[in-house]
């Protein structure tokens, strides 16, 4: 308890600081976004090179650059660090949410990632079969049974749209939010589909922290950073200038 509000204390003074050197230099996301593992994620993983101790670190000085803000951590549910890290990003004021799939989500985990501070769980499935099903059973019993703020989001992977059925099940489940996903990769191999107009939004949207301890906030994009504050200027320009168009959370 004594270490981590000693993190707290110094992200705090750190940002205080540095505000007015950072102010117009460095872009501040609104969110951060921790990839542990494989899961439903775009791009090659990097091999893992954080343990929990590295995680955190990351985290704190993430926080140190830019102050607690809201977190997505990206996991399957069975991970080793997952629990660890909700509850450390929860402990430093970061709502957190744990983006998963129903394998390994227990009524157990469920209601451990629920003590441990998991605001929102968006449940990434390709239908709402039984596993998906039995799954957001085990959410919605732990928000009743720990009398918890938890908000239960079904990500469906596909391109169409879901539809009045399957909305009418999650609504029946207690699921609170349906959302279409299409994939990452398209028909013809590529990131998502050819884009038609504008720039993706991504860059301005998340900083994404992965297993290896580098920066980005694309994961079909080079350029990224291995410290903070992250020099992603390179990286931003490749994104901005991206033909195609994926669908990342944070614009779903």
């Known amino acids: 308890m004594k270490l981590l509000e000693s993190f707290r204390i110094r992200a705090r003074s750190a940002l205080r600081a540095r505000l007015p050197s950072l102010?117009?230099?460095?872009?501040?996301?609104?969110?951060?976004?921790?990839?542990l593992d494989d899961f439903d994620g775009p791009g090659e993983v990097?091999?893992?090179?954080?343990?929990?101790?590295?995680?955190?670190?990351?985290?704190?000085?993430?926080v140190q650059w830019a102050g607690p803000?809201?977190?997505?951590?990206?996991?399957?549910?069975?991970?080793?660090?997952?629990?660890d890290l909700v509850r450390f990003c929860h402990r430093l004021e970061m709502?957190?949410?744990?983006?998963?799939?129903p394998a390994g989500l227990?009524?157990?985990?469920?209601?451990?990632?629920?003590?441990?501070?998991?605001?929102?769980?968006?449940?990434?499935?390709?239908?709402l079969d039984a596993e998906a099903e039995e799954a957001a059973r085990a959410l919605v019993h732990a928000?009743?049974?720990?009398?918890g703020q938890l908000s239960v989001h079904l990500h469906v992977r596909g391109h169409a749209a879901p539809g009045d059925d399957l909305r009418a099940?999650?609504?029946?489940?207690?699921?609170?939010?349906?959302?279409?996903?299409?994939?990452?990769?398209?028909?013809?191999?590529?990131?998502?589909?050819?884009?038609?107009?504008?720039?993706?939004?991504?860059?301005s949207r998340r900083v994404l922290l992965l297993p290896d301890g580098s920066v980005v906030a694309?994961?079909?994009?080079?350029?990224?950073?291995?410290?903070?504050?992250p020099d992603l200027a390179d990286h931003r320009a490749a994104i901005h200038n991206c033909d195609r168009a994926c669908t990342h959370p944070e614009t779903a």
């Open 95 to 101: 709502a957190t949410t744990v983006r998963t799939g």
């Open 46 to 62: 990097p091999t893992a090179k954080l343990d929990i101790d590295g995680w955190q670190e990351q985290v704190v000085a993430f």
């Open 218 to 229: 694309c994961s079909f994009k080079g350029g990224g950073a291995s410290s903070f504050p």
């Open 69 to 83: 803000m809201p977190a997505r951590i990206v996991a399957r549910a069975d991970h080793r660090d997952l629990a």
């Open 143 to 147: 928000r009743h049974s720990r009398a």
């Open 169 to 203: 099940r999650a609504r029946s489940l207690g699921i609170d939010r349906v959302v279409a996903s299409a994939p990452w990769v398209g028909p013809d191999g590529l990131p998502g589909e050819r884009r038609t107009g504008g720039h993706c939004p991504v860059a």
């Open 106 to 127: 227990s009524q157990a985990r469920a209601e451990e990632l629920l003590d441990r501070g998991m605001a929102t769980c968006e449940l990434v499935v390709e239908a």
């Open 23 to 35: 102010a117009g230099i460095v872009p501040r996301p609104p969110r951060v976004d921790l990839r």
